[in-house]
Structures are given as structure tokens and as C-alpha cells.
Nanobody, 121 residues
Framework: QVQLVESGGGLVQAGGSLRLSCTAS????????MAWYRQAPGKQRELVAA???????NYADSVKGRFTISRDNAKKTGYLQMNSLKPEDTAVYYC???????????????WGQGTQVTVSS
């Protein structure tokens, strides 16, 4: 019954900004790493950014200095602030979260449905 719901995608001009959100719901004991991936047409899904439960982050080289990942543990929500967007950032963006549903179960990955980000030149 765990669900991840993304929002915030859309169409923006090059140089613009968007903020993506990913909210987890359902029976959740804890959320470990949250991450954002993207998949452009004809390309493989790639990691954009990730953040651990302690707040450590890592980014793909292509987005360093432009994107910022963050999370609000109380709201079970992760965010991806995207600035200085480029046409090559156009893709479907997916949220992934490593979730433990009870204290006795192993954490597993859950994915959101994806949100389209289109950057026009």
C-alpha cells in the first residue's frame, strides 16, 4: 500500500526553474535514501540526485550547481529544485525511495509514476 506521488513537472523555457515534489504515503516505518532519476526518449534511466535519511547528497555531474535535492522527513516528502534548466534536462523524472514498512522488514525500493519535465529552447 506504499505509494509515491510526484508533482511539479511541466513546460518551462531554458534558464527557468521547476520544483518537483515526491510524497510517500501508506504503511511506512522509515524512509532511507530518496532519489530522483530521469529518462529521456531513447535513453536509459539515469540517476539525477540522491539524499540519505541523514541528509548526505550526491548529484550527477550534469546537474551539479543547478539542481538541489532536499527532504522533509516529517512530511515524508522529497524535493528536487531545478534551476538554470536546459533543453537537455527534458525527460520524465521519477522519484525512488527506499522504504521499510515495519521495523522487522527489509527496506525495498518504491517508484513514483513519473512527471514530465520539458525545457524549451
Amino acid at each position: 500500500q506504499v505509494q509515491l506521488v510526484e508533482s511539479g513537472g511541466g513546460l518551462v523555457q531554458a534558464g527557468g526553474s521547476l520544483r518537483l515534489s515526491c510524497t510517500a504515503s501508506g504503511s511506512i516505518f522509515s524512509i532511507n535514501t530518496m532519489a530522483w532519476y530521469r529518462q529521456a526518449p531513447g535513453k536509459q534511466r539515469e540517476l539525477v540526485a540522491a539524499i540519505t535519511s541523514g541528509g548526505s547528497t550526491n548529484y550527477a555531474d550534469s546537474v551539479k550547481g543547478r539542481f538541489t535535492i532536499s527532504r522533509d522527513n516529517a512530511k515524508k516528502t522529497g524535493y528536487l529544485q531545478m534551476n538554470s534548466l536546459k533543453p537537455e534536462d527534458t525527460a520524465v523524472y521519477y522519484c525512488k525511495a527506499e522504504i521499510r514498512v515495519t521495523r522487522w522488514t527489509t527496506a525495498r525500493d518504491y517508484w513514483g509514476q513519473g512527471t514530465q519535465v520539458t525545457v524549451s529552447s
